[in-house]
């Protein structure tokens, strides 16, 4: 299918650099000045890891893959126009990274015409890999996994998160959590979406939602939570995107509440 690209090859590659930007990440966490910067509004935080990282992963990809389109978070597009896309995102998590929580990751997807091929994520503090090749299947540190087999709601632990924007628009998840509380074993925000959808993967969590995320939030985990039995919707025809992610079952069971 890819001529010249061995998708195997390119994992083993990928997770190496997952590795090392996990060193970077270990290294700032709780221990030198962050640097921190905000973005699109006050809540946005932006640090040196995102940003030591970033310039990390897109420099070993450039040596690696010179042909290659790449979308990173900080850095956009890259002028490479290509079948093959990497979309990045260095720290996912960074407010929680910041304020010294634990729960971030850095995730590393690859697209090939549009489509997800690979997912990697590494969450370096927990030192846990999810990684997915599609078609090869899907592990969490070297083991198989599969998501829930919950087949009700009411039995389901849930994870979502809220937009940067939250502040100033109304439209902020307040109304979906009203609406299906009371419906749902309880729900859990954790602040690293990418994470997030893997623990979906692993069956951890039974479902996730969450509006306005980026390619990066979901371009490797998507991958994953395929690869381990599960939907991922989108239940906005937006451009960025608000999902519903879990088994079908409760997929379709939380339609009902998440508008
Ligand atoms: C954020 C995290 C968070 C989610 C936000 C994302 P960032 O990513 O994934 O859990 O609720 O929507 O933007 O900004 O830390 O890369
Ligand atoms: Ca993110
Ligand atoms: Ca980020």
Redesign the pocket.
């Known amino acids: 299918m890819y001529k010249e690209f061995d998708i195997n090859e390119c994992l083993a590659q990928t997770i190496t650099w997952a590795k090392e930007v996990g060193k970077i990440h270990l290294e700032y966490f709780r221990k030198k000045e962050l640097s921190i910067e905000t973005k699109s509004s006050s809540y946005?935080?932006l640090t040196i890891a995102d940003k030591l990282s970033e310039e990390y992963i897109v420099e070993q990809i450039r040596h690696a893959y010179p042909d290659h389109q790449v979308l990173a978070?900080e850095s956009g597009l890259n002028e490479m126009v290509s079948d093959f896309c990497w979309v990045i995102?260095p720290?996912?998590?960074?407010?929680n990274f910041a304020q010294g929580i634990p729960i971030?990751s850095v995730s590393i997807g690859l697209r090939y015409r549009g489509k997800g091929i690979m997912g990697v994520v590494y969450a370096p503090f927990m030192d846990e890999l999810f990684y997915a090749i599609k078609g090869q299947g899907v592990f969490h540190n070297g083991k198989p996994i599969h998501v829930s087999n919950k087949t009700e709601l009411h039995q389901s632990l849930l994870c979502t998160?809220?937009?940067?924007d939250h502040g100033t628009n109304p439209d902020n998840n307040t109304d979906n959590i009203a609406r299906i509380l009371p419906h749902c074993r309880d729900i859990r925000?954790?602040?690293?979406?990418?994470y997030?959808l893997c623990c979906i993967a692993a069956g951890y969590f039974d479902g996730f939602w969450?509006m306005?995320?980026?390619d990066?939030?979901v371009a490797a985990a998507t991958v994953i939570i395929e690869e381990a039995g599960g939907q991922v919707i989108r239940f906005r025809k937006e451009p960025n995107y608000c999902i519903i992610a879990a088994n079908a079952l409760i997929v379709g069971q939380m339609q009902e509440y998440i508008k």
């Open positions: 946005d935080l978070e995102d720290v996912d998590g960074t407010t971030f998160g809220f937009p940067y925000r954790l602040g690293s979406a990418a997030d969450e306005n995320l980026k990066w939030d």
